[in-house]
């Protein structure tokens, strides 16, 4: 079975570019999560998704970042404009609505460098 | 979630077993206790999890302090390959967890 997948796995963009991350979870994944994770630092969620609706998005940076998962399946981050403090991973997760089950499958993360 | 508290960093000979420990002293009844490992360059990987019952599974060991304020990662013979962070996490039980700085584990060949 495939896992998390993520793209692109690096970006380097100058300050103030857009840019756009894609996440495609594991199959039958009700749950998605974006978390950024700095250098030396653990994960922070960004956002979590329950199908289509954001159930959690208050460390969300909305002045600039977005994010979509529209028909409950993939999802894509956006960052416009992109400041220099954004550069970091940016780790995609999903895992099944299960009761007593913690497991969260992560992807290989996108590396953001903005220049 | 739980705030937790773990050694930044410990150091461990091949073959030989690993005890990572993890304070979660404000942990609530209902929160369980999660690992989960990180590579180089990797996202991370869960490891075990549980609630009061010491947990094993393929990969470690869970042992739970019957206080809960405190568990422990047992890794039983520690290979190159669980050179990792590990991270401690107590959150709820479908997955809305908080990472800290975990602890980086070294293993010496």
């Known amino acids: 079975e495939a896992g998390v997948v993520q793209s692109p796995r690096y970006k380097i963009i100058e300050k103030k570019q857009p840019v756009a991350f894609w996440c495609n979870p594991i199959?039958?994944?009700?749950?998605l999560y974006w978390y950024l994770q700095n250098l030396g630092q653990g994960p922070e969620l960004l956002i979590r998704?329950?199908?289509?609706?954001?159930?959690?998005d208050s460390q969300l940076p909305k002045d600039r970042f977005s994010a979509e998962r529209l028909k409950g399946v993939d999802s894509t981050l956006k960052i416009q404009p992109a400041e220099l403090g954004d550069s970091a991973v940016y780790l995609c997760?999903?895992?099944?609505?299960?009761?007593?089950?913690?497991?969260?499958?992560f992807g290989e993360g996108s590396r953001l460098t903005v220049l | 979630d739980a705030k937790t508290t773990q050694p930044n960093s410990m150091e461990s000979n091949e073959e030989e077993p690993v005890h990572l420990p993890c304070n979660h002293s404000?942990?609530?009844?209902?929160?369980?206790i999660h690992w989960y490992r990180q590579l180089p360059s990797q996202g991370p990987e869960y490891v075990i999890h549980?609630?009061?019952s010491n947990v094993n599974n393929r990969m470690a060991s869970l042992a739970i302090a019957e206080d809960r304020k405190s568990s422990t990662l047992i890794l039983h013979r520690a290979t190159l390959r669980d050179a990792a962070v590990y991270y401690c996490?107590?959150?709820?039980?479908?997955?809305?967890?908080?990472f800290g700085q975990g602890t980086i584990l070294t293993v010496h060949p």
């Open positions: 997760a999903s895992s099944p609505r299960r009761e007593g089950s913690g497991e969260l499958f």
């Open positions: 996490i107590g959150g709820t039980s479908y997955g809305k967890l908080t």
């Open positions: 549980g609630l009061t």
């Open positions: 404000t942990i609530s009844g209902t929160d369980y």
């Open positions: 998704y329950e199908n289509e609706e954001a159930v959690d």
């Open positions: 199959s039958g994944h009700n749950t």
